[in-house]
């Protein structure tokens, strides 16, 4: 029982200083996603994402359902995006189609979960995710 709860003490310590070193260094822990473009294709929609891994560790599998909305602010579909391998301190570009979808008609595209999240905490890849857009598409969570 002591050893346990020496073990769950210095656990916590170790992970309040993780987080005080990334605040003194100004930069948290962080996912971040930018949706870098729409682009119609032969297929649909193809979506552009630049992910840049700051969490301070791999990701084996990141993945997140989406939804996106026309421009009437209806949600027109929901998907699932596997953005693969995400390596600690390393940006890659992603990208999507989304068959049978004019990017004419989309208005947001919106992180509704993380459905995979294999290497950090489960909840780190929502909790931690950043998002930005470039364009007319808004993009968040």
Same mark, same amino acid.
């Given at each position: 029982?002591?050893?346990?709860?020496?073990?769950?003490?210095?656990? &916590?310590?170790?992970?309040? @200083?993780?987080?005080?070193? @990334?605040?003194?260094? %100004?930069?948290?822990?962080?996912?971040? $996603?930018? !949706?870098?473009?729409?682009?119609?294709?032969? =297929? %649909?929609?193809?979506?552009?994402?630049?992910?840049?891994?700051?969490?301070?560790?791999?990701?084996? =599998? @990141?993945?997140?359902?989406?939804?996106?909305? %026309?421009?009437?602010?209806?949600?027109?579909? !929901? &998907?699932?995006?596997? *953005?693969?391998?995400?390596?600690?301190?390393?940006?890659?570009?992603?990208?999507?189609?989304?068959?049978?979808?004019?990017?004419?008609?989309?208005?947001?595209?919106?992180?509704?979960?993380?459905?995979?999240?294999?290497?950090?905490? &489960?909840?780190?890849?929502?909790?931690?995710?950043? &998002?930005?857009?470039?364009? @007319? $598409?808004? *993009?968040?969570?």
């Amino acid at each position: 029982m002591r050893a346990q709860l020496a073990f769950t003490l210095i656990v &916590t310590l170790a992970a309040g @200083a993780g987080h005080v070193l @990334a605040q003194e260094g %100004g930069n948290a822990p962080v996912l971040s $996603l930018e !949706l870098n473009g729409a682009e119609p294709s032969e =297929r %649909g929609c193809r979506l552009t994402f630049v992910a840049a891994n700051r969490l301070g560790q791999d990701i084996a =599998r @990141a993945a997140y359902e989406v939804a996106l909305f %026309g421009k009437d602010g209806l949600v027109k579909r !929901l &998907t699932v995006l596997d *953005f693969k391998v995400l390596p600690e301190s390393e940006t890659k570009v992603r990208q999507f189609v989304i068959p049978d979808m004019d990017c004419a008609d989309l208005g947001r595209v919106l992180i509704n979960d993380a459905t995979a999240c294999d290497g950090p905490e &489960t909840a780190a890849c929502m909790r931690q995710l950043e &998002t930005a857009a470039r364009g @007319a $598409l808004a *993009f968040g969570k």
